[in-house]
């Protein structure tokens, strides 16, 4: 590992369902050569997790441990972890949630989100957690994106998920397949368009975007034989957002654009519901894609995986989705920090 600068961005990096393969992922990130080059890290999970993962990829323990996340803390290169709970082994079996390790889990975001909000730390990194258990534990959100988006109070937020080699970014999330057509109105349309549109200017340094919109029925509907939506709320989006000078084309059938992007015609692509994007994401990409939450006044990027619990504990889970999303995290952290204070941190080094 090498030498950290105190100056880089501090990225906290939630733990997820410490009985899955949250803890061993994070604590694999020590066994990268260049861990730190770009950013340092605060870990904020569960005590006897942590020890575990990093028991089971066999690293000592290198934390600053912090009972508080406050600036006066946070001075050294770190890295640092702050403990919200100590479970027992019994609440964080290997690959058997239970309520007391979902209520841990919300903490852990919500403890990262409300630090990055207040300007304690630059960006914020999640790894996995299961919506399924989380909702036993009366969890009031289907996920993350919904659950950061309410500790922000952002208006609206887009979820993209990236690879090399394609971005996708979702109009409907989590919802029924039979419910995506009576969601998809001009307006929400258009606002993913715009939304996308900014984040790759601002966050993926891509000056000028190429995007394009998948349509929702076979052929982009075919000329309305297979369905209107495309020339009732699509089309019209689409043309709304060219009117505003941004370089988008669709509707287009869905069962080519994602080949098109990945061949670099274009830098994402607006999916109309979660599948529609994500099959092709993670034919691609099912290792190394990144989920980010565009829309947020912080950065949070996130794995692209579950919690995986058949393997959790065995140490043969791939922390490559982690590595590439605290990677993006920084360097979106780096990329909106006002440019004086770049030009000052480069005179530094």
Do not use: W
């Given at each position: 590992m090498e030498e950290i600068d105190s100056a880089l961005p501090l990225v906290a990096i939630t733990m997820g369902d410490p009985a899955g393969i949250g803890p061993e992922i994070i604590a694999m990130l020590f066994q990268r050569a260049d861990m730190g080059r770009n950013y340092r890290i605060l870990v904020v999970g569960d005590?006897?997790?942590?020890?575990?993962?990093?028991?089971?990829v066999g690293e000592a323990d290198p934390f600053v441990h912090i009972n508080a996340i406050e600036p006066e803390r946070l001075q050294d290169p770190g890295p640092y972890f702050l403990a919200t709970s100590c479970l027992s082994?019994?609440?964080?079996?290997?690959?058997?949630?239970?309520?007391?390790?979902?209520?841990?889990?919300?903490?852990?975001?919500?403890?990262?989100?409300?630090?990055?909000?207040?300007?304690?730390?630059?960006?914020?990194?999640?790894?996995?957690?299961?919506?399924?258990?989380?909702k036993q534990a009366s969890f009031a959100f289907p996920g993350h994106t919904e659950f950061l988006q309410d500790l922000t109070g952002a208006r609206r937020t887009v979820m993209m998920l990236a690879g090399?080699?394609?971005?996708?970014?979702?109009?409907?999330?989590?919802?029924?397949?039979?419910e995506v057509p009576e969601r998809l109105n001009i307006d929400l349309v258009s606002e993913t368009i715009i939304i996308t549109h900014e984040a790759l200017a601002k966050d993926f340094d891509i000056r000028q975007p190429r995007l394009a919109v998948a349509g929702l029925n076979p052929h982009a509907g075919d000329g309305g034989l297979f369905g209107d939506e495309e020339e009732r709320i699509i089309g019209p989006a689409v043309s709304h957002c060219r009117q505003q000078g941004?370089?988008?084309?669709?509707?287009?059938?869905?069962?080519?654009?994602?080949?098109?992007?990945h061949r670099g015609k274009?830098?994402?692509?607006?999916?109309?519901?979660?599948?529609?994007?994500?099959?092709?994401?993670k034919l691609?990409?099912?290792q190394d894609a990144i989920n980010i939450t565009l829309g947020l006044p912080i950065v949070r990027?996130?794995?692209?995986?579950?919690?995986?619990?058949d393997i959790a504990g065995t140490g043969?889970?791939?922390?490559?989705?982690?590595?590439?999303?605290?990677?993006?995290?920084?360097?979106?952290a780096q990329r909106r920090k006002p440019r004086t204070q770049q030009a000052g941190d480069r005179l530094k080094v």
């Open positions: 005590q006897s997790g942590m020890k575990r993962g990093l028991k089971i082994e019994h609440d964080i079996k290997f690959g058997d949630p239970s309520a007391a390790a979902a209520h841990a889990t919300i903490d852990f975001i919500r403890q990262a989100v409300l630090a990055a909000k207040d300007g304690l730390v630059d960006a914020v990194c999640t790894a996995p957690i299961n919506k399924s258990v989380l090399a080699t394609l971005r996708v970014s979702l109009v409907t999330i989590h919802c029924g397949l039979a941004l370089d988008v084309n669709g509707p287009l059938p869905p069962d080519t654009v994602y080949y098109q992007a274009f830098d994402a692509v607006v999916s109309m519901y979660h599948d529609q994007g994500l099959i092709p994401l691609l990409h099912f990027t996130s794995v692209d995986h579950g919690t995986a619990y043969r889970a791939s922390p490559k989705s982690l590595f590439a999303a605290l990677d993006l995290a920084a360097s979106i």
